[in-house]
């Protein structure tokens, strides 16, 4: 069973960057999609990013342009660039890896705050 492990997580300034990496600790990581999904307090969990086996990728409406949802096989490591942030992107971040397309197997979460 693959348990991916999030990091990067932090408090950021309006404007500012961050990048969350989502380590997997299995040997199959590349036979997985990738979501990547935030939740803050009193809203439902969201979509954000997504990339397929093959590379491709998805983004929700309200980070496209300024997100970015990379992975690195070979590290066994996925990433989310995230850039132009607003204090409406703070909520945690959960890494899951997806198996035909279906969320499966799901990180601890990383905290990213957005804030003056």
């Known amino acids: 069973q693959v348990q991916p492990v999030e990091s990067g997580g932090g408090l950021v300034q309006p404007g500012g960057s961050l990048r969350l990496s989502c380590a997997a600790s299995?040997?199959?990581?590349?036979?997985?999609?990738m979501n990547w999904y935030r939740q803050a307090p009193g809203k439902e969990r969201e979509l954000v990013a997504s990339?397929?086996?093959?590379?491709?990728?998805n983004y929700a409406d309200s980070v496209k342009g300024r997100f970015t949802i990379s992975r690195d096989n070979a590290k066994f490591t996925g990433y989310l660039q995230m850039n132009s942030l607003k204090p409406e992107d703070t909520a945690v971040y959960h890494c899951n890896l997806a198996i035909n397309g279906r969320p499966r197997y799901w990180g601890q979460g990383t905290q990213v705050t957005v804030s003056s």
């Open positions: 990339i397929t086996t093959s590379g491709g990728t």
């Open positions: 299995g040997f199959s990581f590349s036979r997985y999609g």
